[in-house]
């Protein structure tokens, strides 16, 4: 059982610290909405994971090239989205007036999308979790559900740990917000034209 909890929270660590589509958009969110109205995001792996899961270990190893260039290209225009948004509250910061009404579900909704729409989930499930998993079910049960249990609880903890260490930005001046919002925005549209053009490329080769 030890060897599952090492697993599960060794690779949720690394995962949830890596740069990635998700980890820009908190950023971005923090930046506009701050750390607390940000914070219900973290849980977002709860609720995009249960059906990539599902999927992989009903098709494990089995997710072509094609699928993955269209999650990922879907990825690229959320993400061009996101940026047009934080882009657009940037022109308007002077005269923002803070939403508080269905924002935290909005987030965390939101947060569901960029990771859901993120290869990178499929590719974990595909080439470690799902493995891993079950392996562990040979094992017990016991030992599988321990490891799904350490992987989401530490990757919910870490990016709780990021958002609040994000949030630090709200004790910037006006001045300095209004820039982390630009570069949130130019963060999320150069990672949705990277997206978009890894997808254009292997269209092109292939």
């Given at each position: 059982?030890?060897?599952?909890?090492?697993?599960?929270?060794?690779?949720?660590?690394?995962?949830?610290?890596?740069?990635?589509?998700?980890?820009?958009?908190?950023?971005?969110?923090?930046?506009?909405?701050?750390?607390?109205?940000?914070?219900?995001?973290?849980?977002?792996?709860?609720?995009?994971?249960?059906?990539?899961?599902?999927?992989?270990?009903?098709?494990?190893?089995?997710?072509?090239?094609?699928?993955?260039?269209?999650?990922?290209?879907?990825?690229?225009?959320?993400?061009?989205?996101?940026?047009?948004?934080?882009?657009?509250?940037?022109?308007?910061?002077?005269?923002?007036?803070?939403?508080?009404?269905?924002?935290?579900?909005?987030?965390?909704?939101?947060?569901?999308?960029?990771?859901?729409?993120?290869?990178?989930?499929?590719?974990?499930?595909?080439?470690?979790?799902?493995?891993?998993?079950?392996?562990?079910?040979?094992?017990?049960?016991?030992?599988?559900?321990?490891?799904?249990?350490?992987f989401y609880a530490t990757m919910v903890v870490v990016l709780a740990c990021i958002i609040f260490l994000f949030g630090t930005t709200r004790f910037l001046s006006p001045a300095g917000r209004r820039i982390l919002i630009l570069v949130s925005a130019i963060i999320l549209a150069a990672m949705g034209t990277y997206q978009l053009s890894v997808f254009i490329y292997?269209?092109?080769?292939?």
């Amino acid at each position: 059982m030890f060897e599952s909890i090492l697993i599960g929270c060794g690779f949720a660590f690394a995962a949830a610290v890596q740069p990635g589509p998700l980890q820009a958009f908190l950023l971005s969110s923090v930046s506009q909405n701050g750390w607390k109205r940000t914070l219900p995001a973290s849980f977002s792996p709860l609720l995009s994971d249960g059906p990539i899961a599902l999927f992989v270990l009903l098709l494990l190893n089995q997710i072509s090239t094609a699928m993955y260039g269209i999650l990922q290209a879907a990825g690229g225009f959320l993400l061009l989205y996101f940026a047009w948004t934080s882009y657009r509250q940037w022109k308007r910061y002077s005269t923002i007036v803070p939403d508080n009404h269905g924002l935290m579900p909005r987030t965390l909704i939101q947060a569901s999308m960029v990771n859901i729409l993120n290869p990178n989930p499929y590719l974990g499930w595909s080439l470690v979790l799902g493995p891993a998993f079950l392996a562990a079910w040979q094992k017990s049960p016991i030992h599988a559900f321990t490891l799904i249990i350490a992987f989401y609880a530490t990757m919910v903890v870490v990016l709780a740990c990021i958002i609040f260490l994000f949030g630090t930005t709200r004790f910037l001046s006006p001045a300095g917000r209004r820039i982390l919002i630009l570069v949130s925005a130019i963060i999320l549209a150069a990672m949705g034209t990277y997206q978009l053009s890894v997808f254009i490329y292997r269209m092109v080769a292939t």
